[in-house]
Structures are given as structure tokens and as C-alpha cells.
């Protein structure tokens, strides 16, 4: 009997044991199949300028008018992606930068009066789904983010609370329309290591559209 009772505790060690190992699998480890991002800094060397903002539905505009103040105002880009100003009726206003904007302006502008000089500042931002990040799956809170220049994996988990209890984080994804061959490409990403353990070198730099897809544990 007392044979018996050993083998028994050898043998529920060892079933533990691999149990064990299978749930530490499914907690580490990056995705496999998927490339990796070069790990980004958390403090940059030197930051520059990210792309030039692209208005988006229901963003604020405020549009001022040299010496005729009465013409601009603070507005609101509608639903369907155009404004309405004085003397200008549904100009479309989304998927153009606050420049092109002006200089659409001015150019109505010119049937009323001479050589108007317009600028268009905006306020407030929601912009389009492509310079939005996206965080979808085992996180607190899913969210669409407003992209900003030098923007980090880790700024937008801050940003939707971080992982979520059952976040399989280091089989999450990157999803990225890589503009210069027009393809999707996937990376894989270690949200765990870098939320979990502090892991910098899982710091990865992000772009305008990318999507972030989180998988729940098996477990």
C-alpha cells in the first residue's frame, strides 16, 4: 500500500507539473507565425512630427477670416463629412488636412471678396479610422484612439486600462495596412512581458490605423 500511495504522489506531481507548464505556455511566449516590431524607446531621443492631421466627422473647426471676422466661427464637421459656413454651403471637410481645408476656403471665399486670407485651426479631434489606433478584445476597456506623433504600443494600453484578467497577452496581435505596398501585414506583440514584467524591449512604435487584437486565455 505504501508502494501504492507513492507512485500515485509521483505520478499527480508529474500531472500537476505538466498542467502547469501547458498554462505557462498559453500565459508567455509571443504568438508564433507573426514578425516582430524593432522595440521603440520609452522616452525618444528626439521626437519629431508625425503626419499632418486628417480632419474627421465631427471634429471642431475654428476658421478665421482676416479683417472680416463675420465669415468664419467655430464649427462642426458633420456626420456625413461637410460644413456650413457663411456664404459656403456642404464643403466637404473630412479627409483633408486643416491646409487643403483653408485653401478650399479662400477659393469660395474669392467670389466675395478680395485676396481673403483664412485659416482653419481644429479644436477639437475625433479624426478618421485611419489615424485611429484601434484596441479591440481582453482589455478593460476596447477603444478607438485618436493617434498622436511618437505614439507607443504601451500608450494606447494605458489608455484602455490595460489588460483585462484572462488577456492571453503575449499572443496578441498588430494589424497594419502597410501603405506603401498596399498589403495587411500582422506582428506579433508581448503585452504580457511589457505590462506584466516590465519588459521594455516589448515596447514596439505604432502607426496611424493599426488595430491591436487581444485574445482571451484558454484558461
Do not use: H
Not at 52 to 62: A, N, S, T
Not at 81 to 95: E, H, K, S, W, Y
Not at 124 to 153: H, Y
Not at 160 to 173: C, D, F, P, T
Amino acid at each position: 500500500m505504501a508502494g501504492f500511495s507513492r507512485r500515485q504522489a509521483i505520478r499527480t506531481v508529474l500531472v500537476c507539473g505538466a498542467a502547469s507548464a501547458v498554462l505557462t505556455g498559453c500565459a508567455g511566449g509571443a504568438a508564433n507565425g507573426a514578425s516582430q516590431l524593432p522595440a521603440a524607446n520609452f522616452v525618444m531621443g528626439q521626437e519629431g512630427p508625425g503626419d499632418e492631421y486628417v480632419i474627421g466627422p465631427l471634429d471642431e473647426l475654428k476658421i478665421f477670416v482676416w479683417r472680416n471676422p463675420e465669415l468664419g466661427g467655430t464649427v462642426q464637421v458633420r456626420p456625413d463629412g461637410r460644413i456650413t459656413t457663411p456664404l459656403i454651403t456642404d464643403m466637404p471637410a473630412v479627409g483633408k488636412t486643416p491646409t487643403m481645408l483653408q485653401q478650399d476656403i479662400k477659393l469660395q471665399l474669392s467670389q466675395f471678396i478680395k485676396d481673403p486670407i483664412v485659416s482653419v485651426i481644429v479644436t477639437s479631434f475625433n479624426s478618421t479610422f485611419s489615424q485611429q489606433v484601434r484596441v479591440v478584445g481582453a482589455t478593460e476597456k476596447p477603444a478607438s484612439i485618436p493617434f498622436r506623433a511618437n505614439m507607443t504600443v504601451l500608450d494606447a494600453m494605458i489608455a484602455v486600462g490595460g489588460l483585462s484578467e484572462y488577456a492571453a497577452g503575449n499572443k496578441a496581435r498588430l494589424v497594419r495596412y502597410e501603405r506603401g505596398t498596399g498589403k495587411q501585414s500582422e506582428y506579433a506583440l508581448r503585452l504580457g512581458d511589457l505590462i506584466k514584467r516590465g519588459d521594455i524591449k516589448a515596447n514596439v512604435r505604432l502607426q496611424p490605423g493599426d488595430v491591436i487584437i487581444i485574445p482571451e486565455s484558454m484558461f
